[in-house]
């Protein structure tokens, strides 16, 4: 085993990373909104109703019956 060569390799991966956190930290401080559909990956999936017992969600006619 080189140390030393491992050592080299390492470094230079450690630099890789480090340019890929700039990008991306660059990137994100853009703030200026894309045009088109969002990828799937950034999108946040709604909220769903607590759903009770039965597989309802606790409410007919937007009247609450949990209580």
Do not use: C, F, H, Y
Request: glycine content about 8%; charged content about 30%.
């Amino acid at each position: 085993m080189d140390i030393s060569k491992m050592i080299a390799d390492l470094r230079e991966e450690r630099e890789r990373l480090d340019n890929a956190i700039i990008s991306l930290e660059r990137l994100s401080q853009l703030g200026t909104p894309r045009r088109g559909r969002p990828p799937a990956w950034s999108r946040v999936a709604p909220a769903t109703a607590p759903r009770n017992r039965n597989g309802q969600n606790g409410s007919v006619n937007g009247a609450d019956l949990s209580s």
